[in-house]
């Protein structure tokens, strides 16, 4: 996370894990600022932080006690999700950004840690982001909570989604970016050339190229094998898929993702294995650390190899970090504003009965208003309008569009108020229901 959001522009002047060999990665790959700490120690790290007075604090706790794959049962290591908000409550920086596993979402520890941060004053962005739109060939799906004093929940969405790409990113796209100026392609018909230039669109896109090799062109030696072919193997969890194409991108990096396929496997193959689990590439170390978004040349070589195997998994993808980075410092810039949900469109239609123009107008002063306050939301409405009322901009309005400006925002406040209202009345329906059938 930390290269990532160094990637995006942040400055990251302390970091913390409890693991003397992550440490040591860390240090010989990032810098000297990492220390090694139990971030439990609320005392000790507590005023630690607090002298430091980051923007933003940064966090991805651990997440085997809510993962599909663990136990489910919380336990010790679930603690550090409520150290993580109590440490934020403590410092209160402008901003904070935590990591986890989707099923943390519903976790007690994240229940009682989601109610320290909103009672300190953040308002919540609860994402569940998958990787593979963000840079990284792998279908990666994470919670990720963005805070930020004073904002309203969901303040960050709209400018998450547009940050995501239209399509995945495969392993195909990772290797070609490590070739460099020149790529190989599966040939689709057996002898025709496998080689590309990556100045020039791919087979798929113009299959009749006749383009000589370039001259320059130096193959990756370490992923030959995987490029020939075409295939690759992971440790599926449960019942899922073992092979995968270089078309698609890998599925979640875990600790056991570049095992050999077991007996078991060979005997019960996934009915949409494209081809049999013993003609696809078992994964290198090296590759399943690119794949997890590791720059090539990471200096691994302090960990013993079943560490690092650990070490990857348990990483948040640099690139999909860096999105998120990018996202976060665009708000603090004021270079980007929510977007306006379309339903919000429908509902002055259906409630107030406007026009299309009317709607038009209103969206149009809404974003004005956003602009103005440089992306802000506001918890309280009453904020909101007293901020809107001190910039600048806006003393500048004549008073028929500031009174317009106000208008729009009351009536997103006044949409957003019954759209709460709603889904906690069908929560309770639900619950009734669920009382009753239990009855
Ligand atoms: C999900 S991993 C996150 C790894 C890393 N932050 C990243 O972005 O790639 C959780 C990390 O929490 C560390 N950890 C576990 N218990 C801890 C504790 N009590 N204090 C500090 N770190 C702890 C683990 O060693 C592990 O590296």
Not at 271 to 300: N, Y
Not at 345 to 368: E, P, T, V, Y
Not at 414 to 422: C, D, K, P, V
Request: with cysteine.
């Amino acid at each position: 996370m930390s290269l990532g959001l160094q990637r995006a522009g942040c400055e990251i002047i302390q970091a913390y894990d409890s693991w003397d060999k992550a440490v040591e990665v860390y240090r010989r790959n990032i810098g000297s600022h990492v220390w090694q700490a139990d971030l439990k120690d609320i005392f000790r790290i507590g005023p630690m932080l607090a002298a430091l007075a980051p923007d933003l604090i940064v966090g991805g706790p651990p997440c085997q006690d809510f993962s599909a794959a663990g136990e489910r049962v919380e336990g010790e290591r679930a603690a550090l999700t409520r150290a993580f908000a109590m440490l934020v409550t403590i410092v209160r920086p402008k901003w904070f950004l935590m990591e986890n596993v989707p099923l943390a979402a519903r976790s007690q520890a994240w229940t009682d840690a989601r109610a320290m941060l909103v009672n300190a004053g953040y308002g919540l962005t609860e994402s569940k982001l998958d990787a593979s739109l963000y840079g990284v060939p792998q279908r990666r799906r994470r919670l990720f909570v963005i805070g930020r004093l004073g904002e309203q929940n969901g303040f960050l969405e709209s400018a998450l989604a547009s940050a995501r790409s239209a399509q995945p990113m495969t392993i195909r796209d990772m290797l070609s970016n490590a070739l460099g100026d020149a790529c190989y392609f599966q040939p689709r018909v057996s002898g025709n050339r496998g080689i590309w230039s990556t100045d020039g669109p791919a087979p798929a896109i113009c299959r009749s190229s006749k383009r000589p090799i370039p001259p320059n062109y130096k193959p990756h030696p370490a992923d030959a094998t995987l490029v020939e072919t075409g295939a690759f193997f992971t440790r599926p969890y449960y019942e899922g898929r073992g092979v995968r194409t270089l078309d698609e991108p890998a599925p979640a990096v875990i600790r056991t993702t570049r095992e050999r396929p077991r007996p078991h496997y060979l005997a019960n193959p996934h009915p949409a294995d494209p081809v049999p689990a013993t003609q696809a590439a078992v994964l290198t170390q090296e590759q399943v650390s690119r794949i997890q978004g590791f720059p090539v040349g990471w200096d691994w070589s302090s960990a013993p190899s079943r560490d690092v195997d650990q070490m990857i998994a348990n990483a948040v993808p640099a690139a999909l970090a860096e999105a998120i980075g990018r996202v976060i410092l665009a708000r603090e810039a004021g270079e980007s504003i929510p977007g306006i949900p379309g339903q919000f469109g429908q509902w002055l239609r259906r409630r107030h009965g406007f026009s299309k123009l009317a709607i038009r107008n209103a969206k149009s002063r809404l974003n004005r208003a956003r602009r103005f306050l440089n992306g802000r939301t506001f918890a309280d409405v009453a904020l909101e309008l007293a901020a809107l009322e001190s910039t600048a901009a806006f003393a500048t309005l004549s008073k028929g569009m500031r009174s317009d400006l106000r208008a729009a925002l009351r009536l997103y406040r006044e949409w957003q108020s019954e759209l709460t209202e709603r889904k906690r009345t069908k929560m309770k329906e639900a619950t009734a229901a669920i009382d009753a059938m239990a009855a």
